[in-house]
């Protein structure tokens, strides 16, 4: 299976803050990456899917980008309800797999 | 409005069976693949299989193979996963969620919880 890791695994950052989290596959994905927001006791909400492509409704602060192996979320300019833990996941090869995570609070 | 909701969790012994249901409205539920994901407590999420949209294709992680089995019903809008010889560390809130070709879970259920304990 092929392993996602994600970096940092926790982060604390002020509004306005720009914010990067990153991805790392074990073995090259092409660009099949999404990332997911989760807040305590809901469900992950996707944010974006093919690496780079925002999914309908999500703020456009929310980027993505990366292909290969190496992969990014950026927030440009974090706001308070950013808070949560977010997820990447591959679903080049099964089975999908997510990284551990990296829970973001904001200070 | 899409809606996915699970129902069938509960507590189970070592070794016993559950199936969980995952009831689909507000799209057309036979036009998609559906995934089932696990988060087990304070932990991360685990993908647990999937299942095309005629029910033609399933797909397992490796822990599960051979223990669970997805299925689904398009006459009657269900997705289900029937979990058997289960193990304490199958212990998760169970998810169901929809793919939307390369958007990989665009809509989520409220989750599921399976306990399994003596």
């Known amino acids: 299976a092929i392993q996602m890791t994600q970096s940092p695994s926790s982060l604390s950052a002020s509004t306005g803050d720009r914010v990067t989290i990153t991805c790392r596959a074990s073995?090259?994905?092409?660009?099949?990456l999404a990332w997911y927001q989760q807040q305590p006791g809901k469900a992950p909400k996707l944010l974006i899917y093919?690496?780079?492509s925002l999914q309908s409704g999500v703020p456009s602060r929310f980027s993505g980008s990366g292909s290969g192996t190496d992969f990014t979320l950026t927030i440009s300019s974090l706001q308070s309800e950013d808070f949560g833990t977010y997820y990447c996941?591959?679903?080049?090869?099964?089975?999908?797999?997510f990284g551990q995570g990296t829970k973001l609070e904001i200070k | 409005e899409v809606q996915l909701v699970e129902s069938g969790g509960g507590l189970v012994q070592p070794g016993g069976s559950l199936r969980l249901s995952c009831a689909a409205s507000?799209?057309?539920?036979?036009?998609?693949?559906i995934s089932w994901v696990r988060q087990a407590p304070g932990k991360g999420l685990e993908w647990v299989a999937n299942?095309?949209?005629?029910?033609?294709?399933?797909y397992y992680v490796d822990s599960v193979k051979g223990r669970f089995i997805i299925s689904r019903d398009n006459a009657m809008d269900s997705l289900y996963l029937q979990m058997n010889t289960l193990r304490a560390e199958d212990t998760a809130v169970y998810y169901c969620?929809?793919?939307?070709?390369?958007?990989?879970?665009?809509?989520w259920g409220q989750g599921t919880l399976v306990t399994v304990s003596s």
């Open positions: 969620a929809r793919d939307q070709g390369a958007a990989k879970g665009d809509y």
């Open positions: 507000g799209f057309t539920f036979s036009s998609y693949w």
């Open positions: 299942i095309k949209s005629d029910g033609s294709e399933t």
């Open positions: 073995q090259g994905i092409r660009s099949y």
């Open positions: 093919l690496a780079s």
């Open positions: 996941q591959q679903y080049y090869s099964y089975p999908r797999t």
